[in-house]
């Protein structure tokens, strides 16, 4: 019993972590619509750059943090800026190529920047371990739920009275009638870059915080696809919900069923999940059935 | 302008062929001749990488085939390689199955698992495809990992080598020989199922599924029979790839390996045969370049920091996929179109 409810509540807590990660991808895709398939890798550079500020630059806290949330920022700009702004109107299999083109690139700057592929960061939170009932979780599994949370309930407030996220909801609706009452449109996709680019920063400091900064990062946003594809690549909503049923799969499946499959089965069951959800209900959830015309 | 000044054709099979003029059949005929004896002077070193080269074009053509004619991304093709090559190296090691018929049974088992993950394609395109055979190039290397009684796990499997016959293709000059004649064949099928009924119904359905479904091609039938052939010559490439590397564990098929290949349809140029084949030489011919001159450089320059060898590759082919999306979407083969129209007008410019 407890191990059953110690598998619960860590999965619950990497569940919302991930669900932050996939925040940062379905902000992008329901704003322009290009799928970012280099998360996994700006999980994985923020991450570093982190590690960057605290560990070798010895910067603390209160300056290292807002630094990683100002280079995540300009990361996002950047990106949007050079790459994805001459790509408006392309095929979409040129969209999907290029941000993997920008995955491989990042990886190798990683790489060439930090070749010792492993590390840790400083400790933040508390380390005794608290008890819940019978089950005995670690703090920074709390800490990690409770600040997705928090972010996930702020960026809906933005959405829902900040100027730039009403627009932000416009032109997922629709580009040309946004266009028509002059909201400038390019300035909306680099916003839901630099917003997509902090998500996945504070994701990866939390994911980094509980296992260290590993090339595991990038598979780490690459789990976070099946949270977007079970809860629906447009909608909000579906990533808080599939992200805690993602977590709970990998961390109940990887708990139940290691001694019968054998070690590593916790990595792919998010990616079994995909499968299984692109067979049965490929728009997922909540997602938002499309249907199409010639 | 893809044609000399005075070239008519006289009947549907002069227009069709592929080799049209003497001169055609005259450079056609040196490149061969050129091509089929590099193993007499070219060192042991070069011919490694000639058949690395010829071993990836097959792969390539295959994922050409259904990204680049039929439009169905896939980011697992490094996946359905190693499919292949772990198929090849249990059936030859292991069963001691000759090494034809293990090449044909790598091709038809990679083809017939790319049919699994390629089923969900009927219903969804696009992200959903390429997030699936993402999903498809993790779940096959971790049964490899993991299926250690067959695969030999983490720690890998040795492969014969390849024999046809009492004939052993014991050194890298015969699997010179060997290599490059399966990769002409394959060739030779790409080029001609691309531009026959199938290949013309793979670009219906590339460019609007929906028309094509209305114009009469059965959707489900041509989808999968994409997947099943891009995937069969992955297979063949595994195959070859084992016997000619001899020794191999799944981390020879890495997910950054499937993002490379389509890096390099892309870099050739998508939809057309040429393409593959161009990309393949200018990326493996790019590697070459930064292994050999990227220790120069370190050496070079103390200040660069400690992960430049190991970074710079990846940061170059991510930096040159970038690129050619942006400044040239079509390829270095649209370049080569370009510039044989422009040479066959020269002195003048139209």
């Known amino acids: 019993m407890a191990e059953f409810l110690q598998y619960v509540i860590t999965g619950l807590a990497v569940g919302m972590v991930y669900a932050l990660i996939a925040l940062g991808f379905a902000l992008i895709w329901k704003s322009s619509s290009v799928a970012n398939l280099a998360l996994g890798q700006l999980v994985l550079i923020s991450s570093w750059f982190t590690y960057g500020m605290l560990v070798q630059a010895g910067l603390p806290y209160w300056i290292g ?24 109107a392309q095929p979409i299999l040129s969209l999907i190529t290029v941000t993997l083109g920008i995955g491989y690139f990042l990886e190798g700057l990683v790489t060439f920047i930090w070749p010792m592929s492993v590390a840790a960061l400083p400790r933040m939170f508390p380390t005794e371990p608290f008890q819940i009932g019978p089950a005995v979780v670690s703090q920074e599994y709390a800490w990690a739920a409770a600040i997705s949370l928090i972010l996930f309930g702020l960026l809906s407030l933005f959405f829902r009275y900040h100027k730039m996220g009403i627009a932000m909801r416009a032109t997922a609706d629709d580009q040309l009638a946004v266009q028509a009452c002059a909201i400038p449109v390019t300035r909306v996709f680099s916003t839901s870059w630099m917003f997509a680019c902090v998500v996945a920063a504070v994701g990866g400091v939390l994911v980094s915080l509980i296992g260290g900064i590993t090339f595991g990062l990038v598979e780490t946003g690459l789990k976070s696809f099946s949270v977007v594809i079970l ?64 | 302008m893809d044609l000399p000044c005075g070239t008519r054709n006289f009947d549907y099979a002069r227009d069709m062929a592929v080799l049209r003029t003497k001169t055609h059949w005259a450079l056609f005929l040196v490149f061969l001749l050129v091509l089929f004896t590099m193993p007499l002077y070219l060192s042991k070193y070069w011919l490694g990488v000639s058949n690395f080269i010829g071993i990836s074009i097959i792969a390539a053509l295959g994922l050409n085939l259904l990204v680049g004619y039929c439009g169905q991304l896939s980011v697992g093709h490094a996946g359905f390689i190693a499919v292949g090559a772990y198929t090849t190296a249990v059936l030859t090691g292991n069963l001691g199955v000759p090494f034809l018929l293990a090449l044909l049974c790598s091709g038809i088992i990679a083809g017939l698992v790319g049919l699994i993950f390629g089923l969900p394609s009927v219903r969804v395109k696009g992200f959903y495809l390429a997030i699936t055979t993402i999903a498809a190039q993790f779940i096959i290397i971790w049964i490899i ?23 052993e293709f014991r050194s890298e000059g015969s699997q ?21 009924r199938v290949g013309r119904a ?13 114009m009469g091609i059965n959707l489900l039938y041509y989808k ?37 290949y389509i890096g390099i349809i892309i870099i050739g140029g998508l939809g057309t045969t040429l393409g593959p084949i161009l990309g393949v030489l200018v990326i493996r011919l790019l590697q070459q370049a930064i292994m050999y001159l990227s220790p120069l450089i370190e050496s070079g320059f103390p200040v660069l920091p400690a992960g430049f060898t190991t970074g710079i590759g990846p940061m170059v082919f991510g930096l040159v996929i970038i690129l050619f999306l942006v400044l040239e979407p079509r390829g270095v083969a649209h370049r080569w179109t370009l510039f044989k129209a422009a040479y066959r007008l020269w002195p003048f410019s139209y």
């Open chain 1, 65 to 88: 943090f807002p630094l990683t949330i100002v280079f995540a920022l300009f990361l996002g700009w950047v990106i949007e800026r050079l790459t994805l702004r001459p790509l408006i």
């Open chain 1, 231 to 294: 809860g629906g690549l447009d909608s909000f909503i579906g990533c808080m919900v599939a992200g805690p049923i993602i977590g709970l799969a990998e961390n109940l499946g990887g708990g139940y069923l290691t001694p019968l499959i054998g070690s590593g089965i916790k990595d792919i069951i998010p990616f079994i999940i995909i499968i299984i959800v692109m067979v049965i209900k490929p728009h997922g959830l909540f997602g938002e059935e499309r249907i199409e015309r010639i």
């Open chain 2, 145 to 167: 990992n993991h299926w250690s009684s067959v695969t030999g796990g983490f720690v890998g499997i040795s492969v014969p080598l390849a024999s046809i016959g009492p004939l």
């Open chain 2, 176 to 196: 010179f020989y060997l290599i490059m004649g399966l990769t002409a064949l394959c060739i030779l099928f790409s080029k001609n199922l691309a531009r026959g």
């Open chain 2, 202 to 214: 793979f670009v219906a359905v590339r460019d609007n599924d929906l028309a094509a479904e209305v």
């Open chain 2, 224 to 260: 999968l029979l994409a997947f099943f052939i891009g995937c069969f010559l992955a297979g063949i490439s595994g195959s070859l790839l084992a016997t000619w590397v001899g020794y191999m564990n799944a981390e020879n098929f890495t997910l950054a390996d499937s993002i490379l």
